[in-house]
């Protein structure tokens, strides 16, 4: 059984998503959430259908190439066509 502490965790990145369209590095910045533990919800969220790469851009925190994400569902079914 997931522990509620990651489950929580996972649930706030993933509302936080639906308004805003950051990278991992930027999140877990802006959330306090260890950043290790944001790419293990991208990827749960990822193979579930609820979370896509909005577009690749330089990263505001690591000023490297990385991906924009987004759990919002209009914007999901936009990237889709």
């Given amino acids: ?29 802006i959330l306090n959430i260890p950043q290790k533990n ?9 193979k579930a259908g609820k979370l896509k790469v909005c577009f690749h851009g330089e990263c505001k925190i690591t000023n490297r190439k990385a991906d924009y994400l987004t759990t919002n569902p209009e914007l999901i079914k936009t990237l889709l066509q």
């Fill in 1 to 29: 059984m997931e522990d509620k502490y990651f489950k929580d965790q996972r649930q706030i990145f993933y509302e936080y998503l639906k308004k805003n369209t950051v990278t991992c590095s930027m999140a877990s910045k």
């Fill in 38 to 46: 944001l790419t293990r919800y991208k990827r749960t969220l990822q």
